[in-house]
């Protein structure tokens, strides 16, 4: 759909651009976005070359993380329902007593910690929680600092 945004910005009503400018537009814009850049390339062949090492680091940080998700979540059963992820980096725990996790999550992202309100999933009592990032036990220290301090609830 690259032209989409041409469309959507040029429109074809009467003042559109004309149909051979808007043609040469679309034409340069299908040429110079529709595959990927030379570099791009390279480094993903690059990546690919070395998928084990990658692979290995990345399972490593997620080993390494995954038993202290267990522990945060067993020291505050009252406030997340955990199931443990069997084939991802993410979990999506189940929330109570936090008030509305999406203002939660803003308030976190204010101290450095990403989670996901699971409104945008249509799930609104859980957060979306990444554990594939070597930082993720100093989020998950902010984040029991957070739940232990009383700041549990968003401000209002």
Not at 77 to 97: H, K, N, Y
Not at 131 to 139: C, E, Q
Request: hydrophobic share 40%; with cysteine; glycine share 8%.
């Amino acid at each position: 759909m690259p032209h989409t945004l041409l469309e959507d910005v040029a429109g074809r009503g009467p003042g559109a651009l004309d149909t051979g400018l808007r043609d040469a537009v679309a034409a340069l814009k299908d040429y110079t976005t529709i595959c990927a850049s030379a570099p791009s390339e390279f480094l993903t062949a690059l990546a690919l070359r070395h998928r084990q090492v990658l692979l290995d680091r990345n399972l490593a940080i997620v080993r390494r993380n995954l038993p202290l998700l267990d522990g945060f979540f067993e020291r505050h059963a009252e406030t997340f329902a955990w199931i443990r992820p069997t084939a991802s980096p993410i979990g999506f725990p189940r929330v109570t007593g936090l008030g509305d996790l999406t203002r939660y999550c803003e308030h976190l992202a204010e101290a450095g910690v990403l989670l996901l309100p699971g409104s945008v999933y249509d799930q609104p009592d859980h957060i979306r929680i990444g554990f594939g990032r070597a930082s993720m036990p100093d989020a998950l220290n902010v984040l029991e600092a957070n739940l232990t301090n009383g700041q549990h609830r968003a401000p209002l």
